[in-house]
């Protein structure tokens, strides 16, 4: 049942909008893995489901981005479902654990992207699922153990921080939604 509803998902996802055609094959990729893969939401050695969240100040103008510390690199807070199939819920989570704000939302139930990368120094993937989440107005972070900063970036100038192009696509999904 829990891989049901990743499955229902992503093929909504790949039905919108939002889904660009540079995604098809990352889309059927993924969904052969979730299919194919019993313990996606673990962290079976081939690769495992993740979830992100893009996260937006309360205007909507602003995107919060963090300084990975493993990584060294600026990108969107997430992280590993370890066995939850609920992944809007362990977004939602991720970003709090992360972030340390309070009162996170989500801005849509929907995905927004996805993404497949691999794991530096494994033979593994992140099959990364990502929600777009609203803070509330006034919200302050605090830098957890896994980033070496976070910042509030304006939306415009994420190509300044991140040159990932799924961190960009993101960027221009965003711009194009809000």
Not at 31 to 41: G, K
Not at 146 to 160: F, I, Y
Request: proline share 4%; aromatic share 10%.
């Amino acid at each position: 049942m829990a891989k049901k509803l990743l499955l229902q998902a992503l093929a909504q996802y790949e039905k919108s909008s939002l889904a660009l055609p540079e995604e098809a094959e990352t889309i059927k990729r993924f969904v052969r893995f979730v299919q194919e893969t019993p313990d996606c939401f673990g962290r079976p050695a081939g690769g495992h489901v993740t979830s992100s969240a893009w996260i937006v100040d309360h205007t909507g103008t602003k995107a919060l981005l963090t300084h990975h510390r493993k990584l060294n690199r600026w990108l969107q807070l997430g992280g590993h479902n370890d066995g939850d199939s609920d992944c809007a819920a362990v977004a939602v989570k991720e970003g709090w654990e992360e972030s340390g704000i309070e009162g996170l939302k989500l801005f849509k139930p929907e995905i927004f992207d996805i993404d497949i990368h691999p794991l530096p120094n494994a033979c593994a993937f992140h099959y990364d699922v990502r929600y777009i989440l609203q803070a509330p107005e006034g919200a302050k972070y605090v830098i957890s153990d896994e980033s070496h900063d976070l910042a509030w970036v304006p939306v415009r100038e994420v190509q300044n921080f991140s040159k990932q192009r799924s961190v960009l696509r993101m960027q221009e999904k965003w711009l194009d939604l809000f």
